[in-house]
């Protein structure tokens, strides 16, 4: 979604901005802008449909000069995709750039027209330049004081930040739904939508709260909270690596987030096993874990990738910790009438933690008598975190590519870990328990091993690039692996993929099925291989393209494809299974010669609903 960069400081900040922005490139937009205030005290605005390098060109071209500005991508929302829509938006001596939606804009919109404001884009941004000039004109109020006003008119979630070309020593920052870090340099202060932008700059950060608004000046920050107190917010230290958020010698974020799994998998593994191979979570009291002994039932709520993690949990709730599990897509969640289970607990999954869709689905749980709620969750500072009752974290690093991988696995042993916690604290199926540690254990080298048939997983992408559709079948825990596989391949080229229980085919799709069709079912020798292997048969009848996933041949005909998969126990295959099946649509992607790391329409975090 939107990406924010900004810059106060004694320096031009031109070659900043650029940089900055380019590193929220991943978050997925479709245009860019960048506006400073030069020596003059004029706004100099430029801003381009598409990439940040065509901005940076135009940019360079201009020999621009400014210590104060900002820079933006946006992903379209309100009106389509521009230069007009483009941020940043001006009015008169105004100008903002944003991330969210404001939801009255239309009503504001017709009201400024009213008092002879001329909109030259469809962007509910343009609206918050007038509004906020409009009230600074009505009284002569301070920047801050106007701020303060114009966003009580103001319905949706959101962050901003203003500047003003009379007054060109500060900037303005708006929390209100959607994050801003700001981050602390010497003589220069900046501020962004993530810390990833500001690392090569500094190390030093503010997360705003809820509610927050800061002055921002290049030596000093002041930050007033929701009642417009003046306040104290910690500042933390970045503990991330400037150097991990570089590609290093892999093409390509997705691909070096899909090798980096057993390394992902192990630091989430990490001081959480002890000696006696039972789970310990640091980060939950006795009474939090007590939680789960009374809890009879468990909501799990989440959008895209952390949905299927979820709905793998499902089979592992129910069949080892005998706890009945629903999961549901977050948005959908919100949209209906709720009636909540007894002594139901409430679980969400996220990357990012800020998917608009996800908290919303907390905020209405909260109100409904949950016994309690938990996330899992990758950004520990995120506004899911800071909403939850507790925090399971996934140790899987910054993770930039759209398409998410390290993440989903990470997502699935904390889940694994936790289920298998509860087995303990349920004195169930403990010996189950025991070899479920043990497993996961030796995950990492079993993934390690997957990463030396990619040759052969590259051949096979090479043959099915060219397809316009893919089937993916799985059963039982597999089925949601099967989801995961058809999704990263829709998400980075842009096939259709999609997925079906296996046993579910001749009910539907079989009338799919001819010698064009590729089907990649995966097929694991474990209690459901018998089923499996009758759908592999209807398919050969009908001559459709067949790969299979397992770790032992299944020699049934001869138009099979066979991909080996080293031997897990069965309860932990999920984990493993979902990387073939990750490499196999990178390496599509890149046949296709598509943009893997942000592909076309989607973003990273999804902040809007
Ligand atoms: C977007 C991303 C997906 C991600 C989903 C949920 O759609 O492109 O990769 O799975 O959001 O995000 P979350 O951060 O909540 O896991």
Partial sequence: MCGIVAAVTKRNIINFLLQSIKKLEYRGYDSSGLAVINKNSDIVRIRCVGK?????????????????????????????????????????????????????SSKLRILLEKKGYTFNSDTDTEVIAHLLHLEQSKKGLSLLKTVQKSILQLNGNYSMVVMDAKNASKLIAVRSGSPLVIGLGIKENFIASDQIALLSSTKRFIYLEEGDIAIVKAKKVNIFNKDGVIIERDEIKSNVKYKSVSKGKYKHYMEKEIYEQPLSIQKTLNNRIKEDKTIHFSELSPKEENLFLKAEHIQIVACGTSYHAALVSKYWFESLADIPCDVEIASEFSSRKLAIRKNSFFITLSQSGETADTLEALRISKKLGYLGNLTICNMKGSSLVKESD????????????????????????????????????????????????????????????????????????????????????????????????????????????????????????????????????????????????????????????????????????????????????????????????????????????????????????????
Avoid at 78 to 97: A, F, L, R
Avoid at 545 to 555: A, G, R, T
């Fill in 52 to 104: 940040v390098n065509v901005l940076s060109k135009k940019v360079k071209k201009k020999k621009l000069f400014g210590n104060i500005g900002f820079a933006h991508t946006r992903w379209a929302t309100h009106g389509k995709i521009s230069k007009e829509n483009t941020h940043p938006h001006i009015s008169s001596n105004i100008v903002v750039v944003h991330n969210g939606i404001i939801e009255n």
């Fill in 390 to 609: 507790c925090c399971l974290s996934t140790e899987a690093g910054i993770e930039i590519g759209v398409a998410s991988t390290k993440s989903f696995t990470a997502q699935l042993t904390v889940l694994l870990m936790l289920i298998t916690k509860i087995m303990h604290l349920k004195r169930k199926n403990i010996m189950i328990a025991k070899k479920i540690v043990k497993s996961l254990h030796y995950l990492p080298s079993k993934i390690k091993k997957i990463f030396k048939k990619n040759t052969l997983i590259e051949k096979v992408a090479n043959n099915l690039y060219r397809k316009k559709n893919i089937l993916f079948l799985g059963r039982g825990s597999q089925y949601p692996i099967a989801l995961e596989g058809a999704l990263k391949v829709k998400e980075i080229s842009y096939i259709h993929a999609e997925a079906y229980p296996s046993g579910e085919l001749k009910h539907g799709p079989l009338a799919l099925i001819d010698k064009n069709m590729p089907v990649i079912i995966i097929a694991p020798n474990d209690s459901l291989i018998e089923k499996t292997k009758k759908s592999i048969q209807e398919i050969s009848a009908r001559e459709g393209k067949i790969y299979v996933l397992s770790d032992k041949e299944v020699n049934l005909e001869n138009n099979i494809n066979f991909i080996k998969i080293p031997y897990i126990e069965e309860i932990i295959a999920p984990i493993l299974y979902i990387v073939p099946l990750q490499l196999f649509s990178y390496y599509i992607a890149l046949k296709k010669g598509k943009n893997i790391d942000q592909p076309r329409n989607l973003a990273k975090s999804v902040t809007v609903e």
